[in-house]
């Protein structure tokens, strides 16, 4: 089959900084109480006029610079986010515009925080197919815009920013393989209730604060313990490969304790673990494809090293890729 590899990355973040300190004024909070708890110190905010598809257009066009590649050349965009710009049309449509893709096909993926690794997997499927050679894949989020700002459960947690990468055909390496996972029987544990057809914009809807981002963070924090080492043996093992022959981990930057336990659990070392959380907090889809940009343009990444993504989130949705560089 026909391999597909990252040939171009790219982030943006909002200019707009949040820290714990700022929280602090906000809500009953402290910034020793977040940081122990999660590892965050500070995120990124959208201003109130600034959208998803804002933040992906700019991480889109210096993906696109880093793999010289023309908008107008794109087959696909893809949008792995779970804050579009509107329920439709899609933001991978908005974005196509923007851009002037004029041939690109255009879809926006939900997996939660897991859409980048589902994206991999999506776009990797396109060129092994030979459907598509040159495909956009994007994590775009401004969860800012769905969190109660009174609620301390959450709203400490997240943060805005988007990150993308440009997949086409490689002759080695690339993405050796994924593996992508769900468990919907746990669909209540992340959530945002309202805004869909099951709970349609009302008064009573808004007066319920149900259009705000709901979680049981106990819950999650067990799943995400337990999914990370498990997804991530798991693609390996598919691979013929184990932990040691991972050199780089770019985990779903939710809370420091997530990362620190699978990282203990696969045997791994802090150089080899990818940590940006405490810079941008939680950015669900957009969290692997910032971590990873950063990392290229840190020179932290060589050629030929297998690189490790793991996501997890709401659905519940897991998914992990190894990629050679
Ligand atoms: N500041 C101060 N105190 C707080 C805050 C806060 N911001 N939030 C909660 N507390 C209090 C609680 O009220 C509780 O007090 P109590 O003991 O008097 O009841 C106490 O701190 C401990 O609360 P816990 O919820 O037990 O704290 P825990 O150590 O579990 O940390 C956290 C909570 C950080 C939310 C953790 O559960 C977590 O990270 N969960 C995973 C969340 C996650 O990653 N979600 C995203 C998944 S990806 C996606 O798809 C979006």
Known sequence: VRKAGITGVGYYVPKNILTNYDLEEMLETSDK??????????????????????????????ALSDAELD?????????????????????????????????AAAFDLEAACSGFAYGLSVASQFIASRAYDNILVIGAETISKILDWNNRNTCILFGDGAGAAVVQPVESGGILGSILGADGSDSDLLKMPAGGSKRP?????????????????????KF???????????????????????????????????????????????????????KYGNTSAA???????????????????????????????????????
């Open 201 to 221: 914009v009302s008064q009573k809807t808004i007066e319920n604060d149900l259009h705000y981002l709901e979680m049981d963070g106990n819950a999650v924090f």
């Open 33 to 62: 109480w977040i940081k122990s708890r999660t590892g965050i110190e500070e995120r990124r905010i959208a201003d109130d006029n600034e959208a998803t598809s804002d933040l992906a257009f700019k991480a889109a066009k210096k």
């Open 71 to 103: 908008a107008e050349d794109l087959d696909l965009i893809l949008v792995a986010t779970m804050t579009p710009d509107m329920l439709f049309p899609a933001t991978a449509c908005l974005l196509q515009d923007r851009l002037n893709a004029t041939e």
């Open 287 to 325: 969290s692997i494809p910032i971590a990873l940009a950063e990392a290229v343009q840190a020179d932290k990444i060589d050629k030929g090293d297998k690189i490790l993504f793991v996501g997890f989130g709401a659905g519940l949705t897991w998914g992990a890729n190894v990629i050679e560089w």
């Open 224 to 278: 995400a313990v337990r999914i990370v080492a498990k997804a991530a043996l798991q693609v390996l093992k598919e691979l013929g490969l184990t932990a040691e022959d991972i050199d780089f981990f770019i985990p779903h930057q939710a809370n420091i304790r997530i990362i620190d336990a699978a990282a203990k659990r696969l045997n791994l070392n802090e150089q080899e673990v990818f940590i940006n959380l405490d």
